[in-house]
């Protein structure tokens, strides 16, 4: 399948002179994945609602500061699954499609999932969801919610109650929808939304609930036609016996990289943020992280993820980096991640927790293999 059959000549434009102010507006009223922004009339890069809600830029600053250059741009001729691994790999839901060097249209996440639907029926929750999950207390104050969002690059935080129990939901979203009314009231001479206070509002004043909640042993499609259904992003996963208990969360992004992956002899690593790579290659964390999973040879690799995020903070110019690497095998999810100034650096720190989590999970293999050979001992006399 071809990208031809699924992008769409219909999308939302801006200029790169336009306030963001007025752009925070239009995300509102019609909620697109995203903003194609131009200059003199040819395509200057993509303006995502979640980058208006992680930036600390006033709304009379142009859009230009904000747009996105580097997403990959997509050929109108472009196998579905080459795309799928673009988005992921270019941490966008949205990218342009060109044809002939001209901007064509655009293709979202979502017109992918749609397409394939029908095919997700053979992947099951628990094979693709993610296990370590980040959660708000109902108590935790907004500005602590946009902190959370902005230093891990989510779009989502599961809330729980006193109990540890899963009572709400708040998105990128939510935040910003949030943020554009309090400005409407500031505007019309109501100063009661003051942002100092709006950071200091409990997150339960804000968050959605109930939440919907999917099962591991659930189809993936299953999942999918809920999340189109009900307009999320994506579901909490919880226990067959237990629809308060956070067992992870499974984004359209986890689909996405799904459809990504492949039959080859060599492990799949994908790379989320790949432009941020800057001494390091895709081959060398490749070979690293393959190096890692030799360790354990029980353990069978069906996919590698890393995932790179990019600080304000900066040391004689090298960005503060934040890098995330999980492998799915056949012994669940392993994950490591760390921090430091440069791809490289982050990435290091990551793979030793990641080596350390694997030789951890290898130790308590054999520490399970050892008290059953005991107990059959003692089972005999």
Aim: hydrophobic fraction near 35%; proline fraction near 2%; charged fraction near 30%.
């Amino acid at each position: 399948m071809n990208i031809v059959d699924i992008a769409t000549e219909e999308y939302l434009e801006v200029d790169a002179d336009e306030r963001l102010g007025k752009v925070r507006s239009l995300f509102d009223r019609e909620n697109p994945k995203g903003i194609v922004v131009t200059d003199g009339g040819e395509y200057s890069g993509i303006l995502t609602e979640r980058q208006l809600l992680q930036s600390h830029i006033e709304d009379d600053a142009k859009v230009q500061v904000l747009a996105r250059n580097n997403i990959p741009q997509v050929g109108r001729e472009d196998d579905v699954r080459k795309v799928a691994r673009m988005l992921v790999e270019g941490g966008t839901k949205v990218a342009p499609v060109f044809e002939d060097g001209d901007l064509w249209g655009i293709v979202t996440e979502d017109a992918i999932l749609r397409a394939v639907l029908g095919n997700l029926d053979v992947l099951t929750v628990e094979q693709i969801y993610t296990d370590e999950v980040i959660t708000l207390r109902e108590d935790d104050h907004l500005g602590k919610a946009i902190n959370y969002l902005r230093e891990n690059d989510i779009s989502r935080l599961p809330v729980v109650n006193d109990s540890g129990r899963l009572s709400g939901m708040v998105t990128t979203h939510d935040i910003a929808d949030f943020a554009v009314r309090t400005m409407e009231r500031q505007h019309s001479g109501d100063r009661s939304g003051d942002t100092d206070r709006m950071l200091d509002l409990p997150v339960y004043d804000l968050m959605n609930s109930p939440v919907e909640t999917i099962t591991g042993d659930a189809s993936v499609e299953t999942a999918v036609e809920r999340m189109f259904e009900h307009d999320y992003a994506g579901l909490v996963v919880t226990p067959e016996d237990d629809d308060t208990a956070v067992a992870g969360i499974l984004t359209k992004t986890d689909v996405l990289r799904a459809l990504t992956y492949t039959e080859e002899e060599s492990m799949d690593v994908q790379i989320t943020n790949i432009d941020l790579l800057d001494t390091i290659s895709r081959e060398m964390i490749q070979g690293a992280i393959t190096e890692v999973a030799d360790k354990y040879q029980d353990m069978q690799v069906h996919h590698a993820h890393v995932r790179f995020s990019e600080h304000k903070e900066r040391l004689r110019g090298t960005p503060l980096i934040h890098c995330q690497t999980r492998l799915r095998t056949n012994r669940g999810q392993i994950a490591g991640s760390g921090e430091g100034y440069g791809a490289e650096t982050a990435f290091r720190v990551a793979l030793d927790k990641l080596e350390r989590n694997v030789l951890e999970k290898k130790e308590i293999r054999a520490d399970a293999e050892y008290e059953g050979q005991l107990l059959r001992k003692l089972n005999e006399l």
